[in-house]
């Protein structure tokens, strides 16, 4: 069990390495095609970026996978291994969400703070609009996912989709925590642009709001995770007595019935 275990451990950090590398190519042709858009040019790896992202997404779903199996196994770097794993996880948000709002949208990041009081909701920039058309297709694509989603039919397939939507889950709880964090600070913009300007209240208060509903595939995947959660338990349980009937079989087939066996009365006994 340990040796098993301490094979993930370094499968844990060879992937994570790969994982890293996978982040930093994309990271440097992001930063690359942010600095032809700036200087006016179109982006040349806008391709290749999302390329990269998704490879990385994909490999940290793996991870996280990997990590809870040393978690359960109580292995004494579980969690340095999932807080390594984690890292990534947040650094590969960190660069999506920028590919998406300065080349993907084609604006600038700053192009979302909207000035107080100098531009309505429906003179909004057509990028930022763009920009958060691609949120809100965000979330209807996980939404889809996760009510779409497969349960596994066996141990390793249970434990494949626990770990990939461990993974789903952190991106939609990032989520949710930037969209709360943006309603907060545009509530307190709210309250300090209340001013009273020649005679007229709430002359100076921003118009603009967010128009994204709170992520709807929040509630669906927590209710996954936890019945994902509660279906290992049960396959791990159910598959340690399927083990434990096929090693008992075995003893049964491989057993000399014959009464020149002198280990009968012992058979007999056990039985009992």
């Not at 709880?173 to 913009?189: L, Q």
């Not at 290992?232 to 090693?247: D, I, R």
Request: hydrophobic share 35%; proline share 4%.
């Amino acid at each position: 069990r340990l040796e098993r275990l301490q094979r993930i451990v370094s499968k844990l950090q060879m992937e994570s390495g790969l994982c890293e590398e996978q982040l930093n190519q994309a990271d440097t042709l992001l930063q690359s095609d942010v600095r032809l858009l700036n200087a006016g040019k179109p982006p040349q790896k806008a391709a290749e970026i999302e390329r990269d992202l998704d490879k990385a997404d994909a490999m940290i779903r793996l991870l996280f996978n990997d990590v809870q199996t040393l978690k359960d196994g109580r292995h004494p770097q579980g969690e340095q291994m999932y807080r390594r794993v984690y890292r990534l996880h947040e650094r590969l948000v960190a660069i999506r969400t920028e590919y998406n709002l300065r080349l993907k949208s084609g604006a600038p990041a700053a192009v979302v703070t909207v000035p107080l009081g100098q531009r309505p909701r429906q003179e909004l920039d057509e990028a930022t609009l763009r920009y958060l058309q691609d949120l809100l297709s965000w979330v209807e694509e996980n939404q889809r996912r996760v009510g779409a989603a497969e349960w596994g039919v066996d141990l390793p397939t249970v434990e494949s989709h626990l770990g990939s939507h461990r993974g789903l889950h952190h991106s939609i709880e990032e989520f949710r925590t930037k969209i709360e964090r943006a309603r907060a600070d545009e509530d307190m913009g709210d309250m300090c642009g209340e001013e009273d300007v020649g005679g007229g209240r709430h002359a100076g208060r921003r118009v603009w709001t967010w128009p994204i509903p709170a992520p709807r595939p929040q509630n669906t995947s927590k209710s996954r995770l936890r019945h994902l959660e509660s279906l290992h338990g049960f396959v791990s349980a159910a598959t340690k007595e399927l083990m434990w009937l096929n090693e008992k079989e075995e003893e049964e087939v491989n057993f000399d019935w014959s009464d020149h066996n002198p280990n009968m009365t012992a058979k007999k006994e056990n039985y009992s």
